[in-house]
């Protein structure tokens, strides 16, 4: 599969939609959008999870009985779609927020002066 930010966001919030996790939630209330964060960061919790105690590559994918794909990929994966659904609820121009955010980076000096 081949898209771009932008589509993925359109199609991450759109699955969410049809999949009932939208319903009945303003995307602009502000304790919906830190429930949605919260998310986020749970499905961090599962990829360090997964490299705490899962003894395999961190690029390998396992498949389950049903074929639930689980690894540090999947993982991964869970975040970016959970971020990319939370922006497309809110309208938000991700494609161009990373672009802005890494230009930003980009120009920046070397771990603009924080220690290691």
Known sequence: MT???NELTRR????????GF???QDPHDPTVILAKLMLICSEAAEAAEVVRSINIAPTETLY?????PEG????????????????GALDINLQAAIANKLIHNEARPYRHGKRA
């Open 64 to 68: 389950d009985d049903n074929g639930k």
């Open 72 to 87: 540090l990929p999947s993982e991964l994966a869970d975040i970016v779609i959970r971020v990319a659904d939370l922006a």
């Open 3 to 5: 898209a771009t930010i």
């Open 22 to 24: 939208w319903d009945g």
């Open 12 to 19: 991450a919030h759109l699955g969410a939609s049809a999949n």
